[in-house]
């Protein structure tokens, strides 16, 4: 070394050089092709794997690699799913009924009078009397509910506060308990909107964002949360979404059955004190309003489609009430079963019907009386849409505002006429 010229030992510095450049490349390479991949590079392999095989599912033992890449995915999902629970768990509240119940005190009697003869034998003789005794506050319902503003707006079931006499509170996530009042009990859906009484806390309350409802499709994630029982607060249940747009008739509150219709079908478990919580999509955000079970199945449960609900949750936050418009008919939606039962014309359409006990068709005084539609009438489209099974007329009048003036195509004895109306205040 003490021999090298200057020259051989620049020479030297830049084969050393090279030769560790080298390695490193080489070293870096290696550790980038053993690295993990991300997550959904991982779920987008493992579904294309799927996809590729012809009868939709694995028949062959996972090689190592590939058992770990499904394991990453279901980490995955699980994770994801705990994330929303754990950021939503603080909106999702039970809402809880209380009234004031007279205390029923019983006391025994002797009927016979103490002198009379009947009395001397029979002393002990003794009938039960009831008396009331003051009154005591119970809690007589619950149910669930949620945020869905910072400033303590919550939205919930009409049917979990629909007895105007009660008084209502919420039971939050840790357990601090606040009054609410009832700003309005919606007359159309299943709904209420509720405000938490006083101050909200520092930095508000936690709202649940809203999601599309009509972006949401079968076999989709669905995340239930609520009261389940009325006794276990705050219970997760998962599943999917099973079914769109159907109409049931939902029995159980203190005012009647009532007919829900588009609402969305699940097979996550919805038990009875769930009714007001949100169901949830991946992204955390409420799709539905969890409304009622089918009685004698499982895991049948459905919810109100938060779209339908979004209008009038603002008209309530704004103007303290609910306003829907109506035309005043009784009628049945046209299918084709029911065009040749019937022996209808079309096989779409409204068909104007007297009511089940007798009711009248149209009603009086309403928009459709004083138009001029009758019973028998076949309303074809409203505004310009068809309507079908995609577009029931009660949901294109529930697209519209009080005061709107909508022309209707109707079929009347064989020809078509156009009708035009002003959309009144359903009462």
Same mark, same amino acid.
């Given at each position: 070394?003490?021999?090298?010229?200057?020259?051989?030992?620049?020479?030297? *510095?830049?084969?050393?050089?090279?030769?560790?450049?080298?390695?490193?490349?080489?070293?870096?390479?290696?550790?980038?092709?053993r690295?993990?991949?991300p997550?959904?590079?991982?779920?987008q /392999?493992?579904?294309?794997? *799927?996809?590729?095989k012809?009868?939709?599912?694995?028949?062959?033992?996972?090689?190592?690699?590939?058992? #770990? %890449?499904? %394991?990453?995915?279901?980490?995955?999902?699980?994770?994801?799913?705990a994330?929303?629970? +754990? #950021?939503?768990?603080?909106? *999702?509240?039970?809402v809880?009924?209380?009234?004031?119940?007279?205390?029923?005190?019983q006391?025994?009697?002797?009927?016979?009078?103490?002198?009379?003869?009947?009395?001397?034998?029979?002393? %002990?003789?003794?009938?039960?009397?009831?008396?009331?005794?003051?009154?005591?506050?119970?809690?007589i319902s619950?149910?669930?509910?949620?945020?869905?503003?910072?400033d303590?707006?919550?939205?919930?079931?009409?049917?979990?506060?629909?007895?105007?006499?009660a008084?209502?509170?919420?039971?939050?996530?840790?357990?601090?308990?606040?009054?609410?009042?009832?700003?309005?009990?919606?007359?159309?859906?299943?709904?209420?909107?509720?405000?938490?009484?006083?101050?909200?806390?520092?930095?508000?309350?936690?709202?649940?964002?809203?999601?599309?409802?009509?972006? *949401?499709?079968?076999?989709?994630?669905?995340?239930?949360?609520?009261?389940?029982?009325?006794?276990?607060?705050?219970?997760?249940?998962?599943?999917?979404?099973?079914?769109? #747009? +159907?109409? $049931?008739?939902?029995?159980?509150?203190?005012?009647?059955?009532?007919?829900?219709s588009?609402?969305?079908?699940t097979?996550?478990?919805i038990?009875?004190?769930?009714?007001?919580?949100?169901?949830?999509?991946?992204?955390?955000?409420?799709?539905?309003l969890?409304?009622?079970?089918?009685?004698?199945?499982?895991?049948i449960?459905?919810?109100?489609?938060?779209?339908? $609900?979004?209008?009038?949750?603002?008209?309530?936050?704004?103007?303290?009430k609910?306003?829907?418009?109506?035309?005043?008919?009784?009628?049945?939606?046209?299918?084709?079963?029911?065009?040749?039962?019937?022996?209808?014309?079309?096989?779409y359409?409204?068909?104007?019907v007297?009511g089940?006990?007798?009711?009248?068709?149209?009603?009086?005084?309403?928009?459709?009386?004083?138009?001029?539609?009758?019973?028998?009438?076949?309303?074809?489209?409203?505004?310009?849409?068809?309507?079908? /099974?995609?577009?029931?007329?009660?949901?294109?009048?529930?697209? /519209? +505002?009080?005061?709107?003036?909508v022309?209707?195509?109707?079929?009347?004895?064989?020809?078509?006429?156009n009708?035009?109306?002003?959309?009144?205040? +359903?009462?």
């Amino acid at each position: 070394m003490e021999n090298m010229t200057k020259h051989q030992l620049v020479l030297l *510095v830049l084969l050393v050089s090279f030769v560790t450049a080298l390695v490193t490349g080489i070293v870096a390479v290696t550790l980038m092709d053993r690295a993990p991949q991300p997550i959904t590079q991982t779920i987008q /392999r493992v579904v294309e794997r *799927v996809v590729d095989k012809s009868v939709g599912v694995i028949t062959e033992p996972l090689k190592k690699d590939e058992k #770990r %890449e499904l %394991e990453t995915a279901a980490l995955a999902r699980d994770l994801l799913i705990a994330d929303i629970v +754990r #950021r939503v768990s603080p909106a *999702v509240v039970s809402v809880v009924a209380t009234k004031d119940i007279p205390v029923i005190e019983q006391y025994f009697i002797n009927p016979f009078p103490e002198d009379d003869l009947f009395g001397q034998f029979f002393q %002990e003789f003794r009938i039960p009397q009831y008396r009331q005794k003051g009154l005591e506050q119970r809690q007589i319902s619950s149910g669930s509910g949620f945020f869905v503003s910072s400033d303590g707006f919550l939205l919930t079931n009409r049917h979990v506060v629909e007895d105007p006499s009660a008084e209502y509170s919420i039971i939050m996530n840790d357990q601090k308990k606040l009054k609410v009042k009832v700003v309005a009990r919606d007359s159309v859906n299943d709904m209420a909107v509720l405000k938490a009484s006083g101050a909200p806390p520092t930095g508000g309350f936690t709202p649940i964002s809203l999601g599309d409802s009509d972006a *949401v499709s079968i076999g989709q994630t669905a995340i239930a949360i609520g009261n389940a029982l009325g006794e276990f607060q705050n219970t997760v249940s998962v599943g999917v979404i099973s079914g769109l #747009r +159907r109409t $049931l008739v939902a029995s159980g509150a203190a005012s009647g059955p009532e007919e829900l219709s588009e609402v969305l079908q699940t097979d996550a478990a919805i038990n009875p004190g769930n009714s007001g919580g949100p169901i949830l999509n991946l992204k955390g955000e409420v799709i539905g309003l969890n409304t009622a079970i089918a009685q004698g199945a499982e895991n049948i449960g459905f919810a109100i489609p938060i779209n339908q $609900l979004k209008r009038a949750l603002e008209e309530a936050k704004t103007s303290g009430k609910i306003v829907y418009p109506y035309i005043g008919v009784r009628y049945v939606l046209i299918t084709a079963e029911l065009k040749e039962k019937a022996k209808l014309p079309v096989n779409y359409g409204a068909l104007v019907v007297v009511g089940q006990s007798g009711e009248p068709a149209v009603l009086l005084n309403s928009p459709a009386s004083k138009a001029g539609i009758k019973e028998e009438d076949i309303i074809l489209e409203f505004g310009g849409i068809k309507i079908d /099974r995609n577009n029931p007329l009660n949901k294109l009048i529930l697209q /519209r +505002r009080v005061g709107d003036k909508v022309t209707l195509k109707i079929l009347r004895s064989g020809k078509e006429v156009n009708i035009e109306l002003a959309l009144e205040e +359903r009462k």
